[in-house]
């Protein structure tokens, strides 16, 4: 039987997890979208001269469509301050809607940079930005990010006071028998030559408000559904995008008959952290979300 060690990307991945599911109760709900008008849209815009050079797809639209959507949902764009020990806890309020969205690199490596304020953003603005990340992934050493990220994190816990974690983490990495392996020296240096508006660099993998992860992007064919999903902390929420799926849905008609029509579909699943959410804080969110994918055009 063969084994190794963690590298250091499932180190982040296994802490980063494993912290979510040990520090916060997680809530949620799946429902199917109808996202026959979204990709209407999408197929109709991708043909006009203000999209012919970005890259249009239904998952821009659909970061989009949360974005506007958690508008109307504050509490969901926040993130929490608790003390397990007296129950004392804040709700913070960002003031700009940065998502997090799972992105795979040339190498094969998954990744999670953060697109920044989508809410502000236009529909074409979200698509630059979009082809914007995933060229800086390209030039990217994702070992040595994820270091740099790692670092960040560690002496932000070691200011909050977490010295014997701290301590602890840097033995396991740097010092004991499993430290982390990183590229070498030199190359190291001519990696930092590299301009960092040309890279990723930590700040891009962290504090977003939430995350998108889109399964349908990944194996387009597969009909699933997101069961479960991760808030990565000190996020309140997190949302899953599974594949468009031909269905056939009952609708009512006008004078009050049914009948069965043929539309798109899309699992969704949403968490959010118990501690600071209830259904009702999500309420305004999905209606929003459920109106915009019927009337996507609201956001032109």
């Known amino acids: ?34 996202v026959t008008a979204v990709r209407a849209l999408v197929e109709k815009l991708r043909i006009t001269s203000e999209y012919s050079d970005v890259r249009l797809t239904i998952n821009s639209v659909m970061l989009k469509l949360i974005a506007e959507s958690i508008k109307n949902a504050p509490d969901m764009n926040a993130y929490i301050e608790y003390n397990r020990r007296n129950n004392v806890g804040n709700i913070h309020y960002r003031d700009q809607i940065d998502i997090a ?10 990744i999670t940079p953060v697109l920044r304020d989508v809410g502000g953003k236009s529909l074409r603005e979200v698509c630059e930005a979009m082809e914007a990340l995933a060229r800086r992934a390209n030039n990217t050493n994702i070992d040595l990010l994820l270091y740099e990220a790692a670092l960040k994190d560690t ?21 004991s028998t499993q430290r982390v392996a990183l590229p070498s020296r030199h190359e190291r240096e001519q990696y930092y030559k590299i301009p960092e508006t040309n890279r990723l660099v930590a700040d891009d993998l962290l504090e977003s408000s939430f995350l998108v992860t889109n399964i349908g992007s990944l194996m387009p064919g597969l009909r699933c559904h ?27 008609k006008e004078n009050g008959e049914h009948e069965f029509v043929v539309r798109d579909m899309m699992p969704f699943t949403c968490y959010g952290d118990h501690r600071a959410l209830d259904f009702v804080h999500g309420a305004g969110f999905l209606k929003t979300l459920l109106h915009l994918c019927e009337h996507p055009e609201e956001l032109l």
């Not at 190794?4 to 709900?29: C, L, M, N, Y």
């Not at 002496?155 to 010092?175: D, E, I, P, S």
């Not at 997101?226 to 009512?252: H, N």
């Open 101 to 110: 969205m799972p992105m795979m690199t040339p190498a094969q490596r998954m």
């Open 226 to 252: 997101v069961a479960l999903m991760e808030i990565i902390p000190p996020a309140v929420a997190a949302f899953g995008l599974a594949g468009v799926q031909k269905q056939a849905v009952v609708r009512t």
């Open 155 to 175: 002496w932000q816990r070691l200011r909050k006071g977490h010295l014997f974690t701290v301590l602890r983490r840097l033995w396991a990495n740097f010092a």
């Open 1 to 34: 039987m063969k084994s190794k060690p963690f590298d250091i990307q499932r180190r982040v991945v296994a802490h980063k997890t494993s912290e979510s599911w040990d520090t916060i109760p997680h809530v949620g709900i799946v429902i199917d979208l109808d």
